[in-house]
């Protein structure tokens, strides 16, 4: 089975670092994903992890440890335009081919 | 510049009419999914599709069908539409041999 868990909602100051996290529970695992997805619009990619450790990219930063089957979103200088969910989703290969489950997602406010 | 794009935007329609949702990708890529997505249940997958003349089932396919004639589409039909199916469509793709999916603009669809 697939169960995958992040906070529901968080609020952050602009200017500030927020770390979202995503903890995850699956039969298989072969990549964790995180997208970013503005009200009525489509999720974007953001990162990919594959391996444990840290992947950055510009504002943004990705974790993963796949003994604790544990990763977070690091963002920051947050700027309003952050304001959005963020989507973890999870690659497991059982049965095959390129699946992604998804978490529920966490909305993030950021405040002036 | 190559895009995946979902038509219509919006749609209304009755209980027991059969609706088809249209997604389009001009990436070549030959994975192709379809998922809802609902306040509480996050993304799910209902259908997908990993080439001409492939088609699998996901987690919620129950009321649903796909079909994939051709490398560029995957309609999603729902043969007879209810109120528990008013939901937001998004569709996505990925290139075969990675992961990274991006998704087209959505779908919104009330069923009355």
């Known amino acids: 089975g697939q169960n995958i868990d992040q906070p529901t909602e968080m609020t952050a100051t602009e200017g500030a670092i927020v770390q979202i996290n995503c903890t995850y529970q699956t039969s298989g695992f072969n990549g964790l994903f995180w997208y970013q997805q503005h009200a009525g619009e489509a999720p974007t990619f953001l990162s990919y992890?594959?391996?444990?450790g840290l992947e950055e990219k510009g504002r943004f930063s990705s974790f993963l440890s796949r003994s604790k089957g544990y990763s977070y979103l690091l963002l920051k200088e947050l700027q309003m335009k952050d304001s959005a969910s963020y989507l973890c989703?999870?690659?497991?290969?059982?049965?095959?081919?390129?699946?992604?489950?998804f978490g529920t997602g966490t909305q993030l406010k950021v405040e002036l | 510049d190559a895009e995946i794009t979902q038509s219509p935007r919006h749609k209304i329609t009755e209980t027991g009419r059969q609706v088809t949702l249209a997604c389009h990708q001009t990436w070549n890529h030959n994975n192709m999914f379809w998922y809802r997505q609902d306040l509480g249940h996050g993304l799910r997958l209902i259908h997908y599709s990993y080439g001409v003349q492939d088609t699998n089932k996901g987690e919620v396919s129950d009321g649903y069908s796909v079909s994939r004639s051709n490398t560029e589409d995957l309609p999603l039909t729902l043969e007879s539409a209810a109120s528990s199916q008013t939901s937001v469509y998004f569709c996505?793709?990925?290139?075969?041999?990675?992961?990274?999916?991006?998704f087209g603009p959505g779908t919104r669809l009330t069923v009355l």
């Open positions: 989703a999870v690659r497991d290969p059982t049965g095959g081919g390129n699946k992604l489950t």
């Open positions: 996505a793709s990925s290139e075969a041999g990675t992961d990274t999916q991006y």
């Open positions: 992890n594959v391996l444990d």
